[in-house]
């Protein structure tokens, strides 16, 4: 599977942004996708997942309750709808997919690393301003 993100841009505190995260050569349901994002000096952190069938949801609680995580099987997409973003969710995001099937879902420290992932869209940046 190859993904495209996209979506991302300049977005004033309190507002609302949603990326995108296209997949090609695979189906998104064969695959756990998440979200993590990497701020400017700093290390890449976890931000949302959904399994595979789409069941299971998983945020890191640093966005739980603003942001949203989904899947679209026939857009072949998966979607972050960011709302009452804050100037610390400034980042370059990356959507990511997992082969890893249900041993993901059993430890929450397996689904929120990044080595669980295989495979990386190119990330798109996402500026909160003041």
């Known amino acids: 599977v190859q993904l495209q993100a996209s979506g991302g841009g300049l977005v004033q505190a309190g507002g609302s942004l949603s990326l995108s995260c296209a997949a090609s050569g695979s189906s998104v349901s064969a695959y756990s996708m998440a979200w993590f994002r990497q701020a400017a000096g700093k290390e890449r952190e976890f931000v949302a997942a959904v399994s595979w069938r789409g069941g299971s949801l998983d945020y890191a609680s640093s966005v739980k309750g603003r942001f949203t995580i989904s899947s679209n099987s026939a857009a072949n997409t998966v979607y972050l709808r960011m709302n009452r973003v804050d100037t610390e969710d400034t980042a370059v995001y990356y959507c990511?997919?997992?082969?890893?099937?249900?041993?993901?879902?059993?430890?929450?420290?397996?689904?929120?690393?990044?080595?669980?992932?295989?495979?990386w869209g190119q990330g798109t940046q996402v500026t909160v301003s003041s």
């Open positions: 990511a997919a997992s082969s890893f099937g249900s041993r993901l879902w059993v430890s929450m420290r397996a689904r929120r690393s990044e080595n669980k992932y295989d495979v």
